[in-house]
């Protein structure tokens, strides 16, 4: 790339890298929580996308429409997870995981090999929410 396409490309990129600035100087200095982050990081890119004139109702409407329909998806499968982690508690499967693996072995390094090889299977027909929540109880003793 020429030299002098450098500087007019960054000029033109600064306002876009300093979400990063935002992102990176708001949560290490103190001014905003991870949580807040998002919520700046969104009003800083509508106010970037009114300004370069590339927002436009419609879109902003349907990517409206379609975070809430994955949040709601992340939600229901989250407490779904949940209430299936609340009944593998309650009938005490980690008591009988526990008793199941240190009957194999109690070797520390087989045992993270087998729980790893569990989570690699469930991995291949679960979500990772699901996983964590689901699951995970289950392997972590009383």
């Known amino acids: 790339m020429p030299r002098e396409l450098i500087l007019p490309r960054t000029l033109k990129a600064l306002p876009g890298l300093f979400a990063l600035v935002l992102l990176v100087g708001g949560i290490l200095g103190g001014v905003f929580t991870p949580a807040e982050v998002g919520s700046v990081l969104v009003g800083y890119v509508m106010v970037l996308s009114f300004f370069y004139r590339t927002a436009q109702p419609k879109r902003l409407y349907q990517a409206v429409v379609e975070a809430g329909y ?4 992340t939600l229901f499968m989250a407490s779904t997870s949940s209430f299936l982690g609340f009944m593998l508690a309650r009938d005490l499967v980690p ?3 526990v008793n199941f693996v240190t009957g194999i072995s109690t070797d520390k390094n087989v045992v993270i090999f087998i729980v790893s090889g569990v989570f690699i299977v469930l991995g291949m027909i679960l979500e990772p929410p699901a996983m964590t929540f689901g699951f995970l109880p289950s392997f972590m003793p009383f």
């Open 70 to 73: 994955i949040s709601g998806m």
């Open 95 to 97: 008591h009988h995981v």
